[in-house]
């Protein structure tokens, strides 16, 4: 089985805006997307040397990367439209589905934190990464 990302599909919607999640097409060559690793736990430790910990709850922060010239651009330059016209902030969903893995994630609760307002020109364009906060990404039944 392959685990190219090339088939990696990310469907993503946004509550009043686009209610039936749309497929993200054009991404850049060599970066699709991307997610931080998240700190599960906080630890302290007592005066005695004795470690403790919690588990802590940790937003997901993820990059999405598409060509200048990709058709899923329109989605993320009309979210943005959006919430400047209503100073209002629009709530995202999604899904990854990673056919090389056989698995699937559900994207809960998502921010659009950042958004280049246009592609760095160079050579050519550049691509331009979006990044979405998520309450939670999460593997989801395939």
Same mark, same amino acid.
């Given at each position: 089985?392959?685990?190219?990302?090339?088939?990696?599909? =990310?469907? =993503? @919607?946004? /509550?009043?805006?686009?209610?039936?999640?749309?497929?993200?097409?054009?991404?850049?060559?060599?970066?699709?997307?991307?997610?931080?690793?998240?700190?599960?736990?906080? /630890?302290?430790?007592?005066?005695?040397?004795?470690?403790?910990?919690?588990?802590?709850?940790?937003?997901?922060?993820?990059?999405?990367?598409?060509?200048?010239?990709?058709?899923?651009?329109?989605?993320?330059? $009309?979210?943005?439209?959006?919430?400047?016209?209503?100073?209002?902030?629009? *709530?995202?969903? @999604?899904?990854?589905?990673?056919?090389? *893995?056989? $698995?699937?994630?559900?994207?809960?609760?998502?921010?659009?934190?950042?958004?280049?307002?246009?592609?760095?020109?160079?050579?050519?364009?550049?691509? $331009?990464?979006?990044?979405?906060?998520?309450?939670?990404? =999460?593997?989801?039944?395939?």
């Amino acid at each position: 089985m392959s685990i190219t990302s090339s088939n990696a599909s =990310l469907t =993503l @919607g946004v /509550t009043g805006l686009f209610p039936v999640a749309q497929k993200m097409q054009g991404f850049a060559a060599d970066d699709i997307y991307d997610t931080e690793a998240l700190e599960q736990a906080e /630890t302290m430790m007592g005066v005695d040397g004795i470690l403790s910990g919690g588990y802590v709850y940790n937003p997901v922060s993820q990059g999405i990367s598409l060509m200048a010239d990709s058709p899923s651009i329109d989605f993320f330059d $009309r979210w943005i439209a959006a919430m400047r016209q209503a100073g209002e902030i629009y *709530t995202a969903f @999604g899904v990854t589905f990673l056919p090389g *893995t056989n $698995r699937k994630y559900a994207h809960t609760k998502g921010f659009l934190i950042s958004a280049p307002i246009m592609p760095d020109a160079k050579k050519v364009l550049q691509p $331009r990464k979006f990044t979405i906060r998520w309450e939670s990404v =999460l593997p989801a039944p395939v």
